[in-house]
């Protein structure tokens, strides 16, 4: 529900004081964000609607709401609002822990969406990683992850053709590692990742609901199994704004 402000409140607005509208506006939001009074998924009240509340023009509401998303603390979905942004994911870059564990952990709800899955040809970086043969069919799956409804990365994982039984599984709703543990017995202990910069393309923007060339994570890895062999390739093209990385040793 959108939240009303007071007339005390639309007071704290000063023509007079030095400092712009809109940065005392975007102040004013901010502090309702972090004193809890918006909570995470909050949609806010509507350009017009705050406007009219504390008596500046839309693009001094514009203005401040651009600079809070910005931040992070804000997010715009297209014909629905804007929304108080949900805290930034902790990824521990040395844990083992699938995102769906993660998140449970952190007590976050967890989304998934299934974007393409299926047998393909092998890349060179396939065959050099999974012990396979370059052109061989092996299993990839691609999917949409979700963090309290918002978007957060895409994730391409690329496996040996034994492990085809991955197609049939439901993994929308169970996490793939559980799956693997319990189906195969398989523990993942080890990895070797890597983490760059980029930026979203088309494709990454349309999906990820962010503008192109928006700044990107892309966390890629080969996991290994208690005996060091390899089970999968994975890559994250991650959003910047909604992640941060831990490191813990």
């Known amino acids: 529900?959108?939240?009303k402000n007071t007339a005390?409140?639309?007071?704290?607005?000063?023509?007079?004081?030095?400092?712009?509208?809109?940065?005392q506006l975007e102040r004013h939001l901010r502090s309702e964000i972090l004193g809890g009074k918006l909570k995470p998924g909050d949609k806010i009240q509507t350009e017009d609607e705050l406007s009219e509340s504390f008596g500046v023009s839309r693009i001094t509401v514009r203005n401040a709401i651009t600079l809070l998303v910005e931040d992070g603390f804000l997010i715009k979905r297209q014909g629905k609002g804007t929304f108080v942004?949900?805290?930034?994911?902790?990824?521990?870059i040395i844990s083992m822990s699938g995102f769906s564990t993660s998140c449970r952990l952190e007590g976050l709800e967890s989304g998934c969406k299934i974007l393409n899955r299926g047998y393909v040809p092998a890349t060179a970086g396939d065959a050099k990683y999974l012990g396979v043969?370059?052109?061989?069919?092996?299993?990839?799956?691609?999917?949409?992850r979700f963090?309290?409804?918002e978007t957060h990365f895409i994730e391409i994982d690329t496996f040996r053709r034994e492990f085809g039984f991955l197609l049939e599984e439901d993994l929308v709703n169970e996490s793939l590692y559980d799956i693997l543990k319990q189906?195969?017995?398989i523990r993942l202990s080890h990895a070797n990742r890597t983490l760059e910069m980029s930026y979203a393309t088309k494709q990454d923007a349309?999906?990820?609901?962010?503008?192109?060339?928006?700044?990107?994570?892309?966390?890629?890895g080969v996991i290994c199994d208690e005996n060091r062999k390899p089970v999968h390739r994975g890559t994250q093209r991650m959003r910047a704004d909604?992640?941060?990385?831990?490191l813990n040793y």
């Open 8 to 23: 005390a409140e639309e007071k704290q607005l000063k023509s007079a004081n030095a400092e712009p509208l809109y940065k």
């Open 147 to 149: 963090i309290g409804g």
């Open 206 to 220: 349309e999906l990820l609901e962010i503008p192109v060339g928006s700044a990107l994570f892309i966390f890629k």
């Open 242 to 246: 909604k992640v941060k990385f831990i």
């Open 85 to 92: 942004s949900h805290p930034k994911f902790e990824s521990n």
């Open 1 to 3: 529900m959108a939240q």
């Open 183 to 185: 189906k195969k017995g």
């Open 133 to 144: 043969q370059e052109g061989e069919e092996v299993v990839k799956i691609e999917r949409l």
